[in-house]
């Protein structure tokens, strides 16, 4: 398709030359007529391709989902799809985890309720989900590739293998973003999880070849301390890497581990909300909300405040300064400072 469109690209810029030959005039009006219409039909059919934005749902026990489904949450989900066992797209019912290669159904998620709030949020798109989730795993246990020897690399195995064939079924398919849900068995540990966390996102980077892909994770229900404690490192996600957001658990119902259908429900739209602001949501900002602050000596920051950029707990990862990305330091209500930059400011956009 490239190289037929700058054939025709390079024939339009000889034939729509301008000519005294009057016999030539007409010719090649028409022909660099038919060739403009030809390039703009390529462009056209570039432009339209049929790729879906996919989403991976992996975790454990809250992603497979432990909340009553009622009569409400019964019968096809319109505009949201699941990848089957057939490999192949269905329209989503509950449980939505019910074809995960690793575990069983489930009950009502958060998964769930995250996909009705993004029909709300993009309603002339559709939705596909691959939910690989499995209940009472651990990350740096049993998620981890490299555990060979607790013969649990059939989580991340079975996964991946999962995700490649839905992004297989069309090859404009694209994977948007990573929601995970885990902790649980983890919280008592917290800097050994952050550690494998890191290397978790990363590896699925690499081997997904998407350096940027989001990632956006959730805390786990605080019952107690040492669940404060794991949600207090778990929050420092997005000053690690970026096109990272955290999910707050505050106030989501739960029975003292899991999320009850109303909790579900609040968490999966929490999700929504990071979703769209990591991916869906490209705000620009105006030079006049912009001003350079000196820290030290050779080194500047970027403050951006009082800006119209809606968010709850997740930082903004990334920016444009100038045509060259660059990542944030971290959310200081009620703006967003990025640190070491070194020129003068001309332009910036969230990406």
């Not at 959730?218 to 404690?229: L, M, Y």
């Not at 490192?233 to 505050?250: E, G």
Request: glycine share 6%; with cysteine; proline share 4%.
């Amino acid at each position: 398709m490239i190289l037929f469109f700058f054939l025709m690209a390079g024939n339009s810029s000889y034939v729509c030359r301008y000519t005294h030959d009057p016999e030539e005039v007409g010719v090649r009006k028409t022909t660099c007529l038919l060739s403009a219409l030809v390039i703009i039909s390529v462009l056209y059919v570039h432009s339209n391709a049929s790729g879906k934005d996919v989403f991976l749902l992996i975790g454990q026990s809250n992603m497979v989902g432990r909340g009553q489904i009622t009569a409400a949450d019964e019968g096809e989900v319109q505009k949201v799809y699941l990848f089957n066992r057939n490999d192949d797209w269905e329209l989503a019912t509950n449980p939505i985890a019910r074809y995960s290669n690793i575990s069983g159904g489930g009950d009502l998620s958060l998964g769930y309720a995250y996909a009705l709030k993004m029909r709300e949020y993009r309603p002339s798109h559709d939705q596909y989900l691959v939910v690989n989730p499995k209940a009472a795993t651990s990350l740096p246990r049993n998620w981890m590739p490299e555990n060979h020897a607790l013969g649990t690399r059939q989580l991340y195995d079975s996964t991946l293998a999962r995700i490649r064939r839905a992004l297989a079924t069309d090859p404009e398919n694209r994977i948007r973003a990573i929601l995970w849900h885990q902790g649980e068995s983890d919280h008592r540990r917290p800097e050994r999880y952050m550690d494998s966390l890191y290397k978790f996102i990363t590896r699925w980077r690499a081997v997904l070849n998407e350096p940027d892909l989001p990632f956006i994770a959730g805390e786990i229900v605080e019952s107690g301390n040492d669940e404060r404690t794991f949600n207090e490192h778990l929050r420092t996600l997005p000053d690690l890497l970026p096109y990272t957001a955290v999910v707050s658990s505050d106030g989501a119902k739960n029975d003292g581990l899991h999320f009850n259908r109303a909790g579900a429900f609040t968490m999966g739209n929490r999700y929504a909300d990071a979703v769209m602001d990591l991916v869906y949501r490209p705000t620009s900002l105006s030079i006049g909300k912009l001003h350079l602050q000196k820290r030290r000596k050779h080194t500047r920051a970027l403050h951006i405040s009082n800006t119209a950029i809606r968010y709850t707990r997740t930082a903004i990862p990334l920016y444009e300064l100038n045509g060259r990305r660059i990542t944030a330091a971290r959310v200081i209500a009620p703006g967003i400072t990025v640190g070491n930059l070194g020129h003068e400011v001309s332009s910036v956009s969230l990406r």
